[in-house]
Nanobody, 122 residues
């Protein structure tokens, strides 16, 4: 059984930075593409970023492009989301998820973390 555990999120002011991490256990990390998703209050869950198994391909949602960066350390079974220049509209619960192949479609992700709250104040 694959388990994904996100690091604690946090509260930051507008313009601040935060790095999320997600540790994967119970499987072979390099078998999975990884993604970060977020769900803001009253909104549907949406993809934020995705990364292929060997980090060769990355995807970013338009609203976070040039501010967020996804990476992974296959030796540590960990995927990261570096978030810079945060804005109040980035406030959401952030989830990491795994998929058997690289995808930007939420439906392709079949294992999910519990989520972590990120709050950006103005």
């Amino acid at each position: 059984q694959v388990q994904l555990v996100e690091s604690e999120g946090g509260w930051v002011q507008t313009g601040g930075s935060l790095r999320l991490s997600c540790v994967v256990s119970g499987g072979t990390f390099t078998d999975y593409a990884m993604g970060w998703f977020r769900q803001a209050p009253g909104k549907e869950r949406e993809i934020t970023a995705a990364i292929s198994r060997r980090s060769l391909v990355k995807y970013y949602a338009e609203v976070v492009k040039d501010r967020f960066s996804i990476s992974r350390d296959n030796a540590k079974n960990t995927v990261y989301l570096q978030m810079d220049n945060l804005k109040p509209e980035d406030t959401a619960i952030y989830y990491c998820a795994s998929a058997p192949k690289y995808s930007s479609r939420m439906d392709d992700y079949d294992n999910w973390g519990q989520g972590t709250q990120v709050t950006v104040s103005s």
